[in-house]
């Protein structure tokens, strides 16, 4: 068996040249199992978008290239999609690292490097799982497509492949989870979520008194206006909640006030001229983004009619059976390489899962090694355990056996 993990810090070195040079090895270590490697370059902003939207600000900017690799199998199988994202967190902060960002060091069963966890050792899983499998001297009668495409920062890689054309009978997501169990978890549930900004402009008094104190009751406060809006909206949240419910979820409907912007601090004396907010909403699989969206309008509108309500990005969520072939066949695959059982933790959020989904009906899963320290958190040393890793690949494997078909 080919030792998986150099390929992995073959990527993580190539990350310092850039998502580019990642793709190229990407490439080149599918063609060398034996596959048709397409390359796409798309236009995020290009791509339809099918229960979900972001602003421009939101979105990627540019021309984006995935990698496209597929073994062609012998027929009378039913075809997967491996995908994983090559594109990593902006490079910063080097000076906070303990070791090398793009060496790909091993320590204490640990392997560090830039992107490591989000998402190079998905892309390496991916590829290496099947070069196991052939290696195990697997010949899949359905298809296995390998797709190394961009998601970070609504990128919308997957989605363009999907709406140009891609098709298989299910997919797996090589991401791991941030949840701290690896490959005990599978994603299989993921939530949705609607992103907001709401701005409320103030009333100065009609003075020229740098205290406005004295003069507050003629004033039109943002501060209050904010008030009363998040007060109303964490009701409308409390009423999801309580009519909302699904059986893998303690709370099916939630609010999140992220950011309040008022005023200048050390100022204590004088009204804003403008106020915002900014937070989020979940969304259970299948429910209506756009009646959602209608309901928090009118709380809005309700509450401070002058108030200016952006939607900032929207995301559905998507689920898939815990007794659908797919799951079945995943879940058995882990069980065979790890010996543990896996669950679904159903409180991850925009999973990439939902875009097989949702933009084509696709039933998707994710799984992925045990990582930690991801640089979108704003941490460093980013990591990867070695052994996990392995077993991820042997998973991989045992998935293209088990749903392909093998010999």
């Not at 943002?222 to 949240?237: K, S, W």
Request: with cysteine; glycine share 12%; net charge negative.
């Amino acid at each position: 068996m080919t030792d998986p993990v150099a390929f992995l810090q073959t990527l993580i070195a190539a990350q310092r040249e850039g998502e580019t040079a990642v793709q190229h090895l990407v490439a080149e270590a599918a063609r060398s199992l034996g596959c048709t490697v397409e390359t796409v370059r798309y236009n995020p902003a290009d791509v339809p978008m099918v229960g979900e939207f972001a602003t421009h600000h939101a979105m990627a900017e540019g021309e984006r290239e995935s990698v496209v690799a597929t073994l062609k199998g012998r027929g009378g199988g039913r075809s997967v999609i491996f995908f994983a994202h090559p594109d990593g967190e902006p490079v910063k902060g080097l000076d906070r690292w303990v070791h090398d960002p793009f060496a790909g060091t091993v320590a204490n069963g640990r392997l560090h490097g830039w992107g490591a966890a989000d998402d190079l050792c998905g892309v390496a899983m991916m590829i290496e799982g099947l070069r196991l499998a052939l290696e195990q001297g697997a010949r899949p009668a359905g298809d296995v497509i390998l797709a190394s495409t961009p998601s970070k920062r609504h990128a919308r890689g997957v989605s363009a492949l999907l709406h140009g054309g891609l098709k298989a009978d299910a997919a797996v997501y090589c991401h791991p989870a941030e949840s701290g169990v690896g490959l005990r978890e599978i994603k299989a549930f993921c939530l949705g979520q609607l992103e907001f900004r709401l701005t409320v402009p103030g009333r100065l008094p009609d003075t020229s008194e740098i205290s406005h104190i004295a003069f507050a009751h003629q004033a039109d406060n943002p501060v209050d206006a904010l008030m009363t809006i998040v007060g109303r909206l964490r009701a409308l949240a409390e009423q999801r909640a309580a009519t909302l419910k699904h059986p893998l979820l303690e709370r099916s409907a939630n609010l999140l006030v992220s950011h309040v912007g008022v005023g200048q601090a050390g100022v204590h004396n004088r009204v804003a001229p403008e106020g915002v907010a900014e937070g989020a909403l979940s969304l259970l699989p299948g429910e209506d983004m756009v009646a959602v969206q209608e309901a928090v309008e009118e709380v809005v509108r309700g509450a401070a009619p002058q108030a200016r309500l952006e939607w900032v990005a929207g995301i559905s969520g998507a689920e898939v059976p815990l007794d659908s072939p797919l799951y079945r066949t995943v879940s058995g695959a882990i069980v065979a390489i790890t010996g543990h059982s896996p669950h679904v933790n159903p409180l991850h959020t925009a999973s990439d899962i939902r875009n097989p989904i949702v933009q084509s009906g696709i039933p998707t899963v994710g799984l992925g090694p045990l990582a930690g320290d991801l640089a979108q958190n704003g941490l460093h040393d980013e990591w990867v355990d070695v052994e996990d890793y392995r077993r991820a690949v042997e998973v991989a494997a045992a998935i293209i056996d088990g749903w392909c078909g093998g010999n």
